[in-house]
């Protein structure tokens, strides 16, 4: 009897032959286009660019894929275009297997080279170096809020922030221990906050001990009797640590937003769907003048720039003296943007701009 599924798998077969045909196509347009701009200067990465192929190829999708594996696929084959133009290193904070790291290669795909780097000071070191092309840092979660380090590392870099990536976070509890006789609980800061409620469930006496990254505390954990890791079930599966409990975190929908840091800015999507990221001091202005919170958001408010964050940290220099991180829609170079940007500077010491890039992907 003749297989029925024969027929159907030739008519596969001729499309794949396209398909490889079509993306060799595709791959060699790109090493053009890296010899233009290897010999203009030209940036590799263009996050603006890269989120219009993105919207192109979203809106002329009718299915049957769905619009996050076509995206997925265009990962791929972007990143396999950067490879092609020029080898990029890509530098996260380690070591393997933190969300960090899955963060990065849901931004940059499988073609590029990642670098673990300890700290997140460590890798604006190592971009402004040259020792890696951009870095990716967590920089938020819904859950938690900001992540301290990161936005002081923007304080005294002159990197940009080039591009944004979310990841949702499902933290397990890893331990060669069973659940009864844990005793310590290892993870970062922020995971350790994200499961609070469960801890205090399921092991109230275990302490908590703050390591510099998750995947750091799955290694510890693994050579400490008693211990358990908090971090991501990929962190336990490369370190060959059982998995003791699933989905820990105390929100379902537990988000991390990172930033995508480099040396050169990234340029305008446009319709609405840029951020600029700003770090602003109000200076003796504060002191002098109690309206003058307020007044620091107006130039935006004013031309209908839409503020989506402010974010208030101590600067360090004087007590109660603040720095202010403040996401806006827009684009640096948008007309409206930079006059707000002027009138805020007339009385503001410092209005640092930290970057503009595309709102999604
Ligand atoms: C090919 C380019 O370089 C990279 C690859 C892209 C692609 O494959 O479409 C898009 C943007 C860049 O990150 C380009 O700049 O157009």
Not at 42 to 64: C, H, M, S, W
Not at 149 to 172: C, M, P, R, T, W
Not at 280 to 295: F, I, P, T
């Amino acid at each position: 009897m003749s297989d029925p599924l024969q027929p159907i798998r030739e008519q596969i077969d001729a499309h794949d032959r396209h398909l490889v045909e079509l993306l060799n196509s595709r791959l060699a347009l790109a090493a053009e286009i890296g010899k233009l701009k290897r010999s203009t200067g030209g940036q590799i990465y263009v996050p603006e660019r890269e989120d219009a192929v993105f919207r192109k190829v979203t809106a002329l999708n009718q299915g049957p894929i769905k619009n996050e594996a076509l995206q997925a696929i265009y990962r791929e084959i972007m990143s396999a275009a950067i490879a092609l133009e020029k080898p990029l290193l890509i530098a996260y904070l380690g070591p393997e297997a933190t969300y960090t790291h899955a963060a990065a290669i849901k931004k940059f795909g499988a073609s590029v080279d990642y670098s673990a780097i300890a700290t997140i000071s460590d890798i604006f070191t190592a971009i402004e170096k040259g020792e890696a092309d951009y870095g990716i840092i967590p920089i938020e979660n819904s859950t938690e809020g900001s992540v301290r380090e990161a936005l002081d590392g923007f304080v005294d870099s002159d990197l940009k922030v080039v591009a944004q990536v979310y990841l949702e976070i499902n933290h397990a509890l890893i331990s060669s221990t069973p659940l009864a006789q844990i005793d310590k609980v290892y993870s970062k800061d922020q995971a350790l906050a994200q499961c609070r409620a469960w801890l205090q469930r399921h092991l109230p006496h275990a302490q908590l001990i703050d390591t510099a990254s998750t995947a750091k505390a799955v290694q510890i954990a693994k050579d400490t009797p008693g211990a358990a890791a908090i971090a991501a079930e990929l962190a336990a599966q490369v370190q060959g640590v059982p998995v003791v409990a699933k989905n820990i975190q105390d929100q379902n929908d537990n988000t991390t937003r990172f930033f995508v840091v480099g040396k050169r800015p990234s340029g305008p999507v446009g319709g609405g769907r840029d951020i600029t990221s700003l770090v602003v001091s109000l200076g003796d202005e504060a002191a002098a003048n109690s309206g003058s919170l307020l007044k620091m958001l107006m130039p935006f408010g004013q031309r209908g720039i839409n503020l989506s964050k402010v974010e208030s940290r101590p600067s360090k220099k004087r007590p109660w003296d603040y720095l202010f991180f403040i996401d806006v829609t827009g684009h640096y170079e948008d007309p409206a943007m930079k006059e707000a940007i002027a009138e805020l500077r007339k009385f503001c010491p410092l209005v640092k701009w930290l970057g503009s890039y595309p709102s999604v992907q």
